[in-house]
C-alpha cells in the first residue's frame, strides 16, 4: 500500500518537474522564437554574398564566440543570424531545424551555467470519499436489511519540490561565402588605439579569408589599413565604398604593420 503511494508521488514529482522546466523555457521553439537576423533582412538564397546551402549543417560546440567568428571567416565562412536567451535544459535539435531554416552550413551552439531556480509548485488533484449507511429494519413483518453508499468529491493542494538550472544558450549559424574580392574584414579603430598609433586614419583588419587575394598578397590580422590608392581611409563604410568601386582592378593598399608602413599591390576579383 505505501509503495503504491511512493510510487504516485514520484511520478507527480516528475510531472510537475517536467512542467516547470518547460514553463522556464519560455517557449516549444526558443531557438526560432529569438532569432536575430544578421543579413540585414536578405537572407542567403537571394544574397550575392553567400552560396545557398540546403543539406543538414555541421553542429559543432563553440569556444569563445568572437574568436569563433574569426576562424570562422577566416575558413570562408560569415555570420548570417544567432539565437539567444535564457533558460532551462532544451533539445539543442531546435538549433539543428533553425539551421535548416536559414540555409545555415554550420552552426556553433554554446552554453553557459547562470543560476538555479528552487520552490515549491502547488499541485490540485481531484479526490473521493465514500461512507457507508446501513439499514436494518422490518417490513411487513420480514426482517430486513441493507447499505446506502455516498461519494463526495473534492480536491486537495499538494506542494511538489523542484530545482531547475538555467543557462545563457547562444546558437550562432553561419553561411559559406562566395568568392571575395578582396578578402578582408576590417573593424573600427577605437579611440585610445588612436592616439597609440598617432593618427585618426584607418581601419583595423579583423580577419583574411584564406586563399582570396589578400591572402596570397601576404596580409594579415591585426594590420590596419590606412589608404587605397593613396586616398585616406577613416571608416569602414568608406573601405566598403572604394573597394566596391575598384572590382577587378589592382589597387594600392597603405597598411601600419607593428610601427612601420607597408604597401601591398593587390588584384581584385
Same mark, same amino acid.
Given at each position: 500500500?505505501?509503495?503504491?503511494?511512493?510510487?504516485?508521488?514520484?511520478?507527480?514529482?516528475?510531472?510537475?518537474?517536467?512542467?516547470?522546466?518547460?514553463?522556464?523555457?519560455?517557449?516549444?521553439?526558443?531557438?526560432?522564437?529569438?532569432?536575430?537576423?544578421?543579413?540585414?533582412?536578405?537572407?542567403?538564397?537571394?544574397?550575392?554574398?553567400?552560396?545557398?546551402?540546403?543539406?543538414? #549543417?555541421?553542429?559543432?560546440?563553440?569556444? &569563445?564566440?568572437?574568436?569563433?567568428?574569426?576562424?570562422? +571567416? *577566416?575558413? /570562408?565562412?560569415? @555570420?548570417?543570424?544567432?539565437?539567444?536567451?535564457?533558460?532551462?535544459?532544451?533539445?539543442?535539435?531546435?538549433?539543428?531545424?533553425?539551421?535548416?531554416?536559414?540555409?545555415?552550413?554550420?552552426?556553433?551552439?554554446?552554453?553557459?551555467?547562470?543560476?538555479?531556480?528552487?520552490?515549491?509548485?502547488?499541485?490540485?488533484?481531484?479526490?473521493?470519499?465514500?461512507?457507508?449507511?446501513?439499514?436494518?429494519?422490518?417490513?411487513?413483518?420480514?426482517?430486513?436489511?441493507?447499505?446506502?453508499?455516498?461519494?463526495?468529491?473534492?480536491?486537495?493542494?499538494?506542494?511538489?519540490?523542484?530545482?531547475?538550472?538555467?543557462?545563457?544558450?547562444?546558437?550562432?549559424?553561419?553561411?559559406?561565402?562566395? #568568392?571575395?574580392?578582396?578578402?578582408?574584414? &576590417?573593424?573600427?579603430?577605437?579611440?585610445?588605439?588612436? +592616439? *597609440?598609433? /598617432?593618427?585618426? @586614419?584607418?581601419?583595423?583588419?579583423?580577419?583574411?579569408?584564406?586563399?582570396?587575394?589578400?591572402?596570397?598578397?601576404?596580409?594579415?590580422?591585426?594590420?590596419?589599413?590606412?589608404?587605397?590608392?593613396?586616398?585616406?581611409?577613416?571608416?569602414?563604410?568608406?573601405?566598403?565604398?572604394?573597394?566596391?568601386?575598384?572590382?577587378?582592378?589592382?589597387?594600392?593598399?597603405?597598411?601600419?604593420?607593428?610601427?612601420?608602413?607597408?604597401?601591398?599591390?593587390?588584384?581584385?576579383?
Amino acid at each position: 500500500m505505501n509503495t503504491e503511494k511512493n510510487t504516485g508521488g514520484s511520478k507527480l514529482k516528475i510531472l510537475v518537474s517536467a512542467l516547470f522546466t518547460l514553463a522556464l523555457t519560455g517557449c516549444a521553439a526558443p531557438y526560432s522564437e529569438f532569432y536575430r537576423d544578421s543579413t540585414g533582412g536578405v537572407g542567403v538564397v537571394n544574397n550575392p554574398r553567400f552560396v545557398p546551402y540546403n543539406g543538414d #549543417p555541421v553542429v559543432q560546440r563553440g569556444g &569563445v564566440p568572437l574568436e569563433d567568428l574569426v576562424r570562422m +571567416r *577566416e575558413n /570562408g565562412f560569415d @555570420k548570417i543570424g544567432e539565437s539567444s536567451f535564457n533558460a532551462g535544459k532544451v533539445n539543442e535539435n531546435g538549433a539543428v531545424v533553425q539551421a535548416k531554416k536559414v540555409n545555415a552550413a554550420v552552426v556553433l551552439l554554446y552554453s553557459r551555467y547562470t543560476n538555479t531556480v528552487s520552490g515549491a509548485m502547488p499541485m490540485v488533484t481531484p479526490t473521493t470519499s465514500t461512507s457507508n449507511t446501513y439499514v436494518n429494519g422490518n417490513s411487513y413483518g420480514r426482517p430486513f436489511s441493507g447499505v446506502a453508499q455516498t461519494t463526495t468529491y473534492g480536491t486537495q493542494t499538494t506542494y511538489v519540490p523542484y530545482s531547475v538550472d538555467r543557462s545563457d544558450h547562444l546558437a550562432v549559424y553561419y553561411s559559406k561565402t562566395k #568568392p571575395p574580392r578582396l578578402g578582408i574584414y &576590417v573593424d573600427e579603430i577605437k579611440g585610445e588605439m588612436r +592616439r *597609440e598609433i /598617432g593618427t585618426n @586614419k584607418g581601419v583595423m583588419i579583423s580577419a583574411v579569408v584564406k586563399d582570396s587575394p589578400a591572402f596570397y598578397s601576404d596580409i594579415f590580422k591585426g594590420d590596419i589599413l590606412t589608404a587605397i590608392n593613396q586616398s585616406p581611409i577613416y571608416s569602414a563604410q568608406q573601405f566598403m565604398d572604394i573597394a566596391r568601386a575598384q572590382t577587378g582592378e589592382k589597387i594600392s593598399m597603405e597598411l601600419l604593420r607593428e610601427g612601420k608602413i607597408i604597401t601591398k599591390n593587390v588584384a581584385l576579383k
